[in-house]
């Protein structure tokens, strides 16, 4: 396990005691179904991400890139 990841559980279980202890609406959902739903469309945006990216730019031709010109001004 990462330090990162172990720093990441550690601010949110702060950010949660913090918001319950000062009364403040915590900013992700109170219960556990809503919570699991946070995880699974993290997960799945993740896994649609390492898959899509393996894949190679069939578009690619008709992006403009950083000088914004496209096939049709090149010519």
Do not use: N
Not at 32 to 60: C, E, I, K, N, W
């Amino acid at each position: 396990m990462s330090w990162k990841f172990c720093v990441g559980l550690l601010l949110g279980l702060a950010i949660g005691l913090g918001c319950r202890w000062l009364g403040i609406p915590v900013p992700a959902p109170p219960v556990l179904v809503g919570a699991s739903l946070v995880v699974a469309m993290t997960s799945g945006y993740l896994l649609a991400d390492h898959f899509l990216a393996a894949r190679p730019a069939r578009h690619r031709h008709h992006c403009g890139g950083p000088s914004g010109d496209t096939q049709e001004t090149r010519t």
